[in-house]
């Protein structure tokens, strides 16, 4: 079965900064890989995703993630972050078991923006 | 745009009661998930559903229970709650079979047991 491991469950970071928050799972085979986001009091918005083709995925807000195959990781980055980019992150990897596809959620990353 | 509805946002209950948590989904999607998430522990996969009537147990089923009669619908039941169900309640779906397991959320319900 499939894992996903977040390593940070919280990133600090000062506003106007660059952040990364790291992702690595658990596969020999091809995936599918996701990044979510969860504002506070929300449900889990699609931030991101890699399919196939380009290992740069760019995603919504300015965020982007590479996937790189051989160290099995999948870590998501900016530039340059917003104060409305405090929330809690989510990296996922696809499950193919028994009748459909199902995603395997890592325990998340808070991000704190900091002023 | 798909648009996944979960009919309460927040609930408080009796340790005990029976619990019905509802979710609508409107882009005829075959699959559907409940998930529930609690701090340090991310999401973890209680019931899914990939066709109507249809069930399978996630990776915590233990205390819950799930119908879905109609293919919009997959509602969560818990038939007697308990303290330790005390957490938010995400229901999900995905396109279906041959997918790349992409799930659509809802806002999510967040269920105290008291």
């Known amino acids: 079965a499939q894992s996903v491991t977040q390593l940070d469950s919280q990133v600090p970071v000062f506003e106007e900064a660059p952040v990364e928050l790291r992702c690595n799972y658990s596969?020999?085979?091809?995936?599918?890989l996701f990044w979510y986001v969860q504002y506070p009091n929300q449900g889990l918005q699609l931030l991101l995703k890699?399919?196939?083709?380009?290992?740069l995925v760019k995603g919504i807000n300015g965020f982007e993630a590479e996937f790189n195959k051989s160290q099995t990781s999948f870590h998501l980055r900016k530039p340059s972050v917003h104060i409305s980019d405090t929330a809690e992150y989510f990296c996922a990897v696809s499950d193919y078991g028994g009748a459909t596809n199902k995603l395997i959620f890592g325990t998340g990353t808070l991000l704190a923006v900091q002023p | 745009d798909v648009k996944v509805t979960q009919s309460s946002r927040y609930l408080v209950k009796r340790t005990g009661e029976k619990v019905f948590l509802e979710c609508v989904q409107d882009m005829d999607h075959e699959n559907m998930f409940w998930y529930r998430q609690d701090p340090g522990l991310g999401l973890r996969l209680i019931y899914f559903s990939y066709d109507v009537k249809m069930k399978e147990k996630g990776d915590i089923p233990e205390g819950y229970s799930v119908s879905r009669e109609k293919k919009e619908r997959f509602s969560l039941i818990l038939e007697s709650a308990s303290t330790n169900q005390t957490s938010m309640y995400l229901c999900a779906s995905s396109l279906g079979l041959e997918d790349t397991g992409e799930l659509f959320f809802g806002e999510g319900s967040r269920l105290t047991v008291l």
């Open positions: 890699y399919l196939s083709g380009s290992t």
């Open positions: 596969s020999s085979v091809s995936v599918y």
